[in-house]
């Protein structure tokens, strides 16, 4: 595990040290909430990105790292967790039958977001993504898999408990790959975010004192 998990995240960090350069303030709107992604995220601490670092540059990172540990728990619970597998598979297929799912196949730079931004007073409705998504049915018999045992609800309830231990593992290990990277993140943004965000502190003071008193 712990080879794998190091080269995942040597290629996720070099993959958000080559985007960097190309942030621009202003490219990603404004949040209505925290984003529970990257708020308090022990990711991000690991990195040294958790203070004083735009959540537009934060969020791409915090996403790639947790495909990491998707993967990872994915791999183990389809190895060693069949119940759990099998229920998470039938998810899967009622996704797949969605006939759109906005959600899927974003970038990490926006893989998490707000699907729709926050309405402007007085703008003309039309519609939002929200509304095209579908929701999870189990009205296929195909996918509806006989009601549970006593004793099969029990151990799925084990099972769900060791995806959740080894998510816990596997999380550890990422913060620890990501400590050896602070220097290179760090310098990253001293580079490419801090000078823009200085620029756009400038530029707010010009604008609220035109007059340099």
């Avoid at 960097?20 to 490219?27: A, E, I």
């Avoid at 404004?30 to 969020?59: E, I, K, N, W, Y």
Wanted: proline share 9%; charged share 25%; with cysteine.
């Amino acid at each position: 595990m712990d080879a794998s998990i190091e080269s995942r995240v040597d290629r996720e960090v070099e993959a958000w040290l080559r985007w960097v350069p190309r942030w621009r303030p202003g490219t990603h709107r404004a949040r209505s909430r925290l984003c529970q992604q990257c708020f308090g995220s022990p990711v991000l601490r690991a990195a040294g990105l958790d203070t004083d670092v735009p959540h537009a540059v934060q969020h791409p990172l915090s996403m790639r790292i947790k495909t990491v540990v998707e993967d990872e728990v994915e791999t183990y619970t389809a190895q060693n967790l069949p119940l759990l597998n099998r229920e998470l598979g039938l998810i899967e297929l009622r996704r797949a039958a969605q006939a759109y799912r906005p959600l899927e196949g974003l970038e990490p730079e926006f893989d998490g977001l707000d699907l729709d931004p926050p309405a402007e007073p007085d703008s003309p409705y039309l519609f939002t993504f929200e509304e095209f998504v579908q929701p999870l049915s189990a009205d296929d018999p195909e996918l509806v898999p006989p009601p549970l045992t006593i004793e099969e609800k029990a151990a799925l309830r084990v099972e769900m408990r060791l995806a959740d231990d080894y998510a816990a593992l596997v999380g550890k290990r990422v913060c620890a790959d990501l400590r050896e990277h602070r220097t290179a993140l760090q310098h990253a943004i001293a580079m490419f975010v801090e000078p823009q965000v200085q620029a756009l502190l400038a530029d707010l003071g010009s604008t609220l004192d035109p007059h340099g008193t």
